[in-house]
């Protein structure tokens, strides 16, 4: 099923040389695009919630881009049927935006994508999906040029990115599809920005290059009809090079962690120097200011002169978060008043380092550490008492996944100290299964011993209550302890018989399990007991409400 395509202009014009770019193929369930039609038509959800019903996996690649010919046609082969392709607009003339397409003829189905809020405003949303022969106005974009400078020395500063930040542009994230416009200033600090739309209310961000000691801001961008150019001039104002290492706090072995920048915003530790920097306040380009730690744990960001904080990140467990730590690079509290953006979770960051450059200095030092936890030894005993190899653990170093057959019987793990969850141990083959939790000091030690676990047997069937052979069954499962969310548990699949009947052992008692076909699901357990078969009965699998 080809995409055969047509942009065009507001005046019915065949936009010439405007490229489509695939940046997500979706695959719909069970390979039949007829209920998702139906349930848009039916505006029988949001539009993110129809699409994550029936669209449960996508990919990035390949990611093929297409040119319009003289008539503003396009012709992309390849995707296949059935398929919900995103992807992005642009032309010379034209404002870059999403799109979407279904490989399927028809009509475009207009589906509400955001209700808004009437109260503060907020104008509701609607995503459109075009059918595969769509034809495609394009608004027109509004050209905008100008010069980067230094703030003081008035020299052009050249390698300088200039992006958007509109929401017209980049209404909403989905599943990492955020489409920038961006261009980079010449030898003479000179840019040309094109694919931004007519119209007013938003705002240019001017990112320094990683190796430029100046921090990123954003300017208003006026009003324009996309007849001439906006102008909009910049000046950036030189800040202080932060310099450092990043080392494990035990071993003293270098990270290559991620680092950010924030001056602080509050009442006992405030930075006046925020003023001299316009515009610094409110530029969220966090993915383009983040500097990474090099092979020897070093790196380089820039910052303010006065108060300010290095978030450092390396979300690798056991590695303990910045609101667990009780050290110099910890903080008790959940949330910062921060420049350019508020920091709103301190868990965010493993170390949240304190500087303070005197203004007029060129640069400063300092060091950060990364806290690896507590570590502990463990060892694994059968129902006899007698050690046990052969066993697979879930969340043995808080990553919340199963690792690979233990050879031994013995094992060593490592845990954040500040909170307590659950160690699951278990040996599918012999239908045994053991919890834990982690000591209660560095370096302790814990025995699982296990035992028979719990057995879930039952019959799936349709709405109609005829059984439903041959489906792929996915059991997950939810601790008691620890994070709350639903996990895979093993074996990652069952297949219902002929008669739809299942049986999954070995269950860990007391916990909450589930059972998806892909898209719903059976919800059970909570009060299983060691050795039990519990028959469910007729089972029949319901929409998710949370995933």
């Given at each position: 099923?080809?995409?055969?395509?047509?942009?065009?202009?507001?005046?019915?014009?065949?936009?010439?040389?405007?490229?489509?770019?695939?940046?997500?193929?979706?695959?719909?369930?069970?390979?039949?695009?007829?209920?998702?039609?139906?349930?848009?038509?039916?505006?029988?959800?949001?539009?993110?919630?129809?699409?994550?019903?029936?669209?449960?996996?996508?990919?990035?690649?390949?990611?093929?881009?297409?040119?319009?010919?003289?008539?503003?046609?396009?012709?992309?082969?390849?995707?296949?049927?059935?398929?919900?392709?995103?992807?992005?607009?642009?032309?010379?003339?034209?404002?870059?935006?999403?799109?979407?397409?279904?490989?399927?003829?028809?009509?475009?189905?207009?589906?509400?994508?955001?209700?808004?809020?009437?109260?503060?405003?907020?104008?509701?949303?609607?995503?459109?999906?075009?059918?595969?022969?769509?034809?495609?106005?394009?608004?027109?974009?509004?050209?905008?040029?100008?010069?980067?400078?230094?703030?003081?020395?008035?020299?052009?500063?050249?390698?300088?990115?200039?992006?958007?930040?509109?929401?017209?542009?980049?209404?909403?994230?989905?599943?990492?599809?955020?489409?920038?416009?961006?261009?980079?200033?010449?030898?003479?600090?000179?840019?040309?920005?094109?694919?931004?739309?007519?119209?007013?209310?938003?705002?240019?961000?001017?990112?320094?290059?990683?190796?430029?000691?100046?921090?990123?801001?954003?300017?208003?961008?006026?009003?324009?009809?996309?007849?001439?150019?906006?102008?909009?001039?910049?000046?950036?104002?030189?800040?202080?090079?932060?310099?450092?290492?990043?080392?494990?706090?035990?071993?003293?072995?270098?990270?290559?962690?991620?680092?950010?920048?924030?001056?602080?915003?509050?009442?006992?530790?405030?930075?006046?120097?925020?003023?001299?920097?316009?515009?610094?306040?409110?530029?969220?380009?966090?993915?383009?200011?983040?500097?990474?730690?090099?092979?020897?744990?070093?790196?380089?960001?820039?910052?303010?002169?006065?108060?300010?904080?290095?978030?450092?990140?390396?979300?690798?467990?056991?590695?303990?978060?910045?609101?667990?730590?009780?050290?110099?690079?910890?903080?008790?509290?959940?949330?910062?008043?921060?420049?350019?953006?508020?920091?709103?979770?301190?868990?965010?960051?493993?170390?949240?380092?304190?500087?303070?450059?005197?203004?007029?200095?060129?640069?400063?030092?300092?060091?950060?550490?990364?806290?690896?936890?507590?570590?502990?030894?463990?060892?694994?005993?059968?129902?006899?008492?007698?050690?046990?190899?052969?066993?697979?653990?879930?969340?043995?170093?808080?990553?919340?996944?199963?690792?690979?057959?233990?050879?031994?019987?013995?094992?060593?793990?490592?845990?954040?100290?500040?909170?307590?969850?659950?160690?699951?141990?278990?040996?599918?083959?012999?239908?045994?299964?053991?919890?834990?939790?982690?000591?209660?000091?560095?370096?302790?030690?814990?025995?699982?011993?296990?035992?028979p676990g719990a057995i879930a047997t039952g019959r799936l069937v349709g709405a109609d209550g005829?059984?439903?052979?041959?489906?792929?069954?996915?059991?997950?499962?939810?601790?008691?302890?620890?994070?709350?969310?639903?996990?895979?548990?093993?074996?990652?699949?069952?297949?219902?018989?002929d008669d739809g009947r299942f049986r999954l052992e070995a269950l860990a008692p007391d916990y909450?399990?589930?059972?998806?076909?892909?898209?719903?699901?059976?919800?059970?357990?909570?009060?299983?007991?060691?050795?039990?078969?519990?028959?469910?009965?007729?089972?029949?699998?319901?929409?998710?409400?949370?995933?």
């Amino acid at each position: 099923m080809p995409i055969t395509g047509q942009i065009v202009d507001l005046e019915g014009k065949p936009v010439r040389n405007a490229t489509l770019t695939v940046w997500q193929t979706h695959e719909v369930s069970g390979d039949d695009l007829g209920p998702w039609v139906a349930a848009a038509l039916g505006k029988q959800g949001l539009a993110f919630d129809l699409e994550r019903k029936f669209f449960p996996r996508y990919t990035t690649a390949p990611c093929p881009t297409v040119t319009t010919n003289a008539d503003g046609k396009l012709r992309l082969t390849g995707i296949g049927r059935n398929r919900l392709v995103r992807g992005i607009i642009e032309g010379p003339s034209i404002a870059s935006q999403q799109v979407c397409i279904v490989t399927r003829p028809g009509k475009p189905i207009d589906v509400l994508s955001d209700k808004g809020r009437q109260e503060y405003g907020e104008p509701s949303q609607t995503t459109t999906y075009y059918g595969s022969d769509f034809r495609f106005v394009a608004a027109p974009c509004q050209l905008i040029v100008g010069v980067v400078r230094d703030a003081d020395t008035k020299k052009p500063i050249a390698g300088t990115t200039v992006r958007g930040l509109n929401r017209l542009v980049a209404p909403s994230s989905y599943r990492g599809l955020h489409p920038v416009v961006r261009t980079t200033t010449d030898a003479e600090g000179r840019y040309r920005l094109l694919g931004m739309p007519t119209g007013k209310g938003y705002s240019i961000a001017i990112i320094p290059s990683k190796d430029q000691p100046y921090v990123a801001r954003h300017v208003e961008v006026p009003p324009g009809v996309g007849t001439e150019p906006a102008t909009v001039d910049v000046d950036l104002k030189r800040g202080v090079w932060i310099e450092g290492k990043i080392t494990d706090k035990v071993t003293g072995k270098p990270i290559k962690a991620g680092v950010e920048y924030f001056a602080l915003y509050d009442k006992d530790f405030s930075n006046a120097h925020i003023r001299e920097y316009p515009g610094f306040d409110g530029t969220i380009v966090r993915e383009e200011v983040v500097a990474g730690a090099k092979e020897d744990g070093s790196f380089r960001v820039v910052g303010l002169p006065g108060p300010g904080l290095l978030g450092v990140y390396y979300h690798r467990d056991p590695y303990v978060r910045a609101d667990a730590r009780d050290d110099e690079f910890g903080t008790k509290e959940k949330s910062l008043n921060t420049a350019p953006y508020h920091i709103s979770f301190t868990s965010n960051y493993n170390a949240l380092a304190k500087v303070n450059p005197a203004k007029g200095a060129e640069s400063v030092r300092c060091d950060v550490t990364i806290d690896p936890g507590w570590t502990f030894k463990a060892s694994v005993l059968g129902p006899d008492g007698k050690p046990l190899a052969g066993a697979r653990a879930f969340n043995l170093n808080t990553d919340w996944k199963w690792g690979g057959i233990m050879m031994a019987a013995e094992f060593a793990g490592g845990f954040n100290p500040q909170g307590g969850y659950d160690i699951v141990v278990l040996y599918p083959e012999k239908g045994l299964v053991g919890t834990a939790q982690p000591p209660k000091q560095n370096g302790g030690a814990v025995v699982v011993k296990l035992q028979p676990g719990a057995i879930a047997t039952g019959r799936l069937v349709g709405a109609d209550g005829k059984p439903r052979a041959g489906v792929e069954l996915e059991p997950w499962f939810r601790l008691t302890k620890g994070w709350r969310a639903w996990h895979r548990y093993l074996p990652h699949s069952i297949k219902t018989g002929d008669d739809g009947r299942f049986r999954l052992e070995a269950l860990a008692p007391d916990y909450e399990y589930r059972l998806r076909d892909g898209t719903d699901e059976a919800v059970f357990g909570g009060g299983l007991r060691s050795g039990e078969v519990k028959d469910l009965g007729d089972v029949k699998v319901t929409p998710s409400t949370e995933r």
